[in-house]
């Protein structure tokens, strides 16, 4: 079993930057995919970021040029650079890993942007 843990959430005011980090335990060798969701208030979850471990990254369209999703395999830990953030960016940021049939999800983090 994998166990995710998310931190950097806050508040910050739009145009501020925040990086949120997910570091993971357990059977993290047989992660396949870590991605970035997010729920926003009265919306759906969104995949905002994946990377997979041969390095293929996709991005949310709305979060293109701004966030950057990157792996440090020695920390088994990902990250979300997000910079330029708008009120829409706000929401509770979940970490996903997906091992094929099994998908393990952090408990997220909540990042508020205020206008």
């Known amino acids: 079993q994998v166990q995710l843990v998310e931190s950097g959430g806050g508040l910050v005011q739009a145009g501020g930057s925040l990086r949120l980090a997910c570091a993971a335990s357990?059977?993290?060798?047989?992660?396949?995919?870590m991605a970035w969701y997010r729920r926003a208030p009265g919306k759906q979850h969104d995949l905002v970021a994946s990377i997979t471990t041969t390095g293929i990254i996709e991005y949310k369209d709305s979060v293109k040029g701004r966030f950057t999703i990157s792996r440090d395999n020695a920390k088994n830990t990902v990250y979300l650079q997000m910079n330029s953030l708008k009120p829409e960016d706000t929401g509770v940021y979940y970490c996903?890993?997906?091992?094929?049939?099994?998908?393990?999800w952090g408990r997220g983090t909540q990042v508020t942007v205020s206008s």
């Open positions: 996903e890993a997906n091992q094929g049939p099994r998908i393990s």
């Open positions: 357990g059977a993290i060798s047989s992660i396949n995919t």
